[in-house]
């Protein structure tokens, strides 16, 4: 079924999820994650994803100054430790960070270390929500280096944040880009007091659309949420971490409230074999979606 592009083996990547819950301690975080990507590693990931935001409490919660002390240069301290674990493990390591670009400008970050530990780059979070307990907007600046992908020992990745997995628009450039599989960062959860309907309609939704990603790109998705209870029990992390192939197929689920390190062997050669059987890319009318670039088409 699968074409092997690759030759023997090679289109056959293991990734490693991290789903876990956070607590206030920066650095015990950071420790916990980097225990948790030892775990990935030993059971054979290659390239290893954190939650967006890992190394903290969700903080935006609250608008609150105080929390921009969080902050931090990229590269920096935490790319610099996880750059000696990626070389010492030999894996790829996708860190979710609240970057410090200047005095009064900061982003949601992700960072890119490649398996020798060298820095590959970084991609700034290009949507910015501002809903009730979401209040992202207030710590951050919109992504101004586009988006990116990231050309690994294992694979050419590309990395999007949370908000941005709600619009197709940002994985197709992505995978326009080359990119062979996308990886998202996320922390959504459900309010307190919630019904239990709304609850999975919420989480169906958000599973729907990137899985809608992979099969409309002909490219892998893997989703990686947080769990846990945050802002005084107000805010339940939904987890539900997944990894889905080129045809939005379901390799791996993770639970909504368990914390779980898994590794998902994901076949890259299958792009192949979905592009040529559903080839969205070649009937693409790119001569017709000028009207994509506003805001509204209003009548007149």
Same mark, same amino acid.
């Given at each position: 079924? @699968? ?18 819950? @956070? ?20 059971? !054979? ?10 190394? /903290? ?5 609250? *608008? ?24 010492? +493990? !030999? ?21 890119? #270390? ?5 820095? +590959? ?47 197709? *628009? ?11 599989? +996308? ?67 379901? #390799?791996? +689920? !993770? /639970?909504?409230?368990? *914390? ?41």
């Amino acid at each position: 079924m @699968c074409l092997n592009i690759y030759g023997d083996g090679m289109s056959r990547i293991k990734v490693g999820t991290v789903q876990m819950s @956070c607590e206030k301690d920066k650095a015990k975080n950071l420790n916990k994650a980097i225990e948790k990507i030892g775990q990935a590693a030993k059971a !054979g990931a290659q390239i290893i994803c954190l939650q967006e935001l890992f190394t /903290s409490l969700y903080f935006c919660d609250v *608008e609150d100054y105080d929390n921009f002390d969080l902050a931090e240069s990229i590269p920096g301290p935490s790319t610099e430790i996880l750059g000696k674990v990626a070389k010492g +493990l !030999g894996v790829v390591i996708i860190a979710s960070l609240f970057e410090k670009r200047t005095h009064g400008l900061y982003h949601n970050t992700v960072a890119v #270390l490649d398996a020798d530990g060298a820095y +590959l780059g970084k991609y700034r979070k290009m949507h910015i929500p501002d809903d009730p307990a979401f209040y992202e907007k207030f710590y951050f600046t919109p992504g101004d280096l586009g988006y990116r992908v990231f050309s690994t020992k294992f694979a050419k990745i590309g990395v999007l944040i949370c908000w941005d997995q709600w619009y197709p *628009e940002a994985s197709r450039i992505t995978a326009l880009m080359g990119a062979e599989v +996308l990886f998202y960062p996320t922390a959504i959860g459900w309010a307190a007091g919630q019904d239990e309907e709304t609850n999975k309609d919420q989480y169906n939704a958000w599973q729907t659309i990137q899985r809608s990603h992979a099969i409309a790109n002909g490219v892998p998705v893997v989703s990686v949420n947080r769990v846990g209870d945050e802002q005084q029990g107000a805010m339940s992390f939904w987890g539900g971490s997944f990894v889905a192939n080129a045809q939005g197929k379901l #390799l791996y +689920l !993770g /639970s909504h409230d368990k *914390e779980e390190v898994e590794v998902t062997e994901i076949d890259l050669g299958e792009s192949d074999f979905f592009r040529k059987h559903w080839p969205f890319l070649r009937d693409r009318r790119i001569d017709s979606y000028n009207p994509i670039t506003k805001r509204f088409l209003d009548e007149d």
